[in-house]
């Protein structure tokens, strides 16, 4: 059974730093490409950052780029989303997700963790 | 970037009901079209990938359709469990982008 658990989620003043894990489990982690998308309260679902199953490709949101980091530990099969100077406009619930093909391409979820909440507020 | 534009953005329907949700491409994206399932503070499920293929376990009441710019999700008797919110999501081109969502209400 696949499973994706996010951790690390936490309240953070303005221009904080927070590092977001996803332990992941029933797969063999190192084939797929993994990706955050977020959820501010009440609103719809944002992509924020993929990284490629071959590890060397990752691509970002334009409202992260430069200050969010995202990473893997193929060791641990664990997916990290390392977030800096982080704004109000980014409190939202974080959720790793998971490529449906093994391998790089059009990446399309098939699984979703369950999500840890970002609050950036002083 | 491509824009998703969903219609519309909030229905009300009875249990049987046939139920169906337009998404709309800014630019054609070929069948690279993802429907997911949302229910009040729950993660995504993913429904439909390729816009017509149900994910494993997805009842088969769930259908998708369309290619190029326009899809449309379908539920053909909607049942207790299907009240949530509907989001479509392109994945032709980066960046990823989802529709504004279609939340589906009890009448």
């Known amino acids: 059974e696949v499973q994706l658990l996010e951790s690390g989620g936490d309240l953070v003043q303005p221009g904080g730093s927070l590092r977001l894990a996803c332990a992941t489990s029933?797969?063999?982690?190192?084939?797929?490409?993994m990706a955050w998308v977020r959820q501010a309260p009440g609103k719809g679902l944002e992509w924020v950052s993929t990284?490629?199953?071959?590890?060397?490709?990752?691509r970002y949101a334009d409202s992260v780029r430069g200050r969010f980091t995202i990473s893997t530990d193929n060791s641990r099969n664990t997916v990290y989303l390392q977030m800096n100077s982080l704004r109000a406009e980014d409190t939202a619930v974080y959720f790793c997700?998971?490529?449906?093909?093994?391998?790089?391409?059009?990446?399309?979820?098939?699984?979703w963790g369950q999500g840890t909440l970002v609050t950036v507020s002083s | 970037d491509i824009q998703m534009t969903q219609s519309p953005s909030s229905l009300s329907a009875s249990i049987g009901d046939r139920v169906t949700i337009t998404c709309r491409a800014s630019?054609?994206?070929?069948?690279?079209l993802a429907w997911f399932q949302q229910k009040p503070g729950k993660a995504p499920k993913s429904l439909i990938y390729?816009?017509?293929n149900l994910h494993n376990g997805v009842p088969s009441r769930f259908s998708g359709s369309g290619s190029g710019a326009d899809f449309t999700l379908t539920i053909s008797s909607l049942q207790p469990e299907d009240f949530a919110t509907y989001f479509c999501?392109?994945?032709?081109?980066?960046?990823?982008?989802f529709g504004g969502g279609t939340r589906v209400e009890i009448k």
């Open positions: 029933g797969f063999t982690f190192s084939g797929y490409a």
């Open positions: 997700a998971k490529d449906r093909i093994e391998g790089d391409g059009y990446f399309d979820v098939e699984y």
């Open positions: 390729s816009a017509s």
């Open positions: 630019q054609g994206i070929t069948n690279y």
């Open positions: 990284i490629g199953a071959s590890r060397g490709a990752t």
């Open positions: 999501q392109q994945y032709k081109t980066y960046p990823l982008t």
